[in-house]
C-alpha cells in the first residue's frame, strides 16, 4: 500500500524568549491580534532547541541579551528563516504595540512566501 507524504503546515508562529510579566502579556497579545501563535521560552537555550522544530518567522527578545546569546540567537534564527526583534523593558507601550503588530503583519507574509 503506498501512502503519500504528509505535508507539514505549520502556523505562522512567534517565540519571546526571557521576556518577563506583564511585557510578556503585552507582546503576546498585539502579536495574536496580528494572526500569530505565540510561544514562550524562558531563555536563550530554550528558544533555540525550539527554534528548528516551531520554524517560527518571528523571535522577540529583550535588548539586554549577552553578546554570546545574541550570535547563539541570531545563527539559529538565520539557520530557520526567522527575523529578530529586540524590545526594551523601559519601552512605550503604544509604540511597541504598533511594532509588534507591524512585525506580526511581516511574519504573516514571509509565511505565506514560504507556504505556510
Do not use: F
Amino acid at each position: 500500500m503506498k501512502r503519500e507524504t504528509i505535508q507539514r503546515v505549520a502556523s505562522p508562529t512567534a517565540i519571546l524568549v526571557g521576556i518577563p510579566e506583564p511585557l510578556a502579556t503585552l507582546c503576546t497579545e498585539s502579536l495574536q491580534d496580528g494572526g500569530l501563535k505565540v510561544l514562550k521560552a524562558g531563555h536563550v537555550a530554550a528558544a533555540c532547541e525550539r527554534l528548528p522544530v516551531m520554524m517560527p518567522q518571528l523571535v522577540v527578545t529583550l535588548d539586554d541579551l549577552r553578546p554570546e546569546e545574541q550570535e547563539m540567537l541570531k545563527d539559529r534564527c538565520v539557520a530557520v528563516g526567522a527575523e529578530t526583534m529586540a524590545i526594551s523593558l523601559k519601552q512605550d507601550q503604544r509604540a511597541l504595540t504598533v511594532q509588534l503588530k507591524d512585525a506580526a503583519n511581516m511574519a504573516l507574509i514571509r509565511a505565506l512566501r514560504r507556504g505556510g
